[in-house]
């Protein structure tokens, strides 16, 4: 699925993943390819996501901290998750 996280500061994160896991507000929740659409609330936390091929140096930032070539974990204060066709994108605080 194609990911986006989105700051109001800048772009964090764009690129294919296996798998995210969110923490919604009732607690983390995992969604995969081909999930069905979902609009969620978001709480602070970690997004874990495993990525479809390893993180590019130019997908690097001070954001994302690499727990493996093809999983990568990102803070956040809250905020909101939608995923609709495949595509989830991430505002987040």
Do not use: C, R, W, Y
Request: aromatic fraction near 4%; proline fraction near 5%; hydrophobic fraction near 45%.
């Amino acid at each position: 699925m194609k990911l986006e996280i989105i700051t109001p500061e800048s772009n964090v994160f764009s690129g294919e993943a296996k798998a995210v896991s969110l923490p919604g507000l009732d607690g983390i929740f995992q969604v995969l390819n081909n999930h069905a659409p979902v609009i969620s609330a978001l709480k602070k936390g970690s997004l874990v996501v495993e990525l479809e091929q390893p993180l590019t140096e130019d997908q690097k930032n001070d954001f994302i901290a690499l727990e493996s070539p093809e999983k990568i974990s990102i803070s956040i204060n809250g905020g909101v998750a939608e995923l609709n066709q495949n595509k989830l994108i991430v505002l987040a605080e």
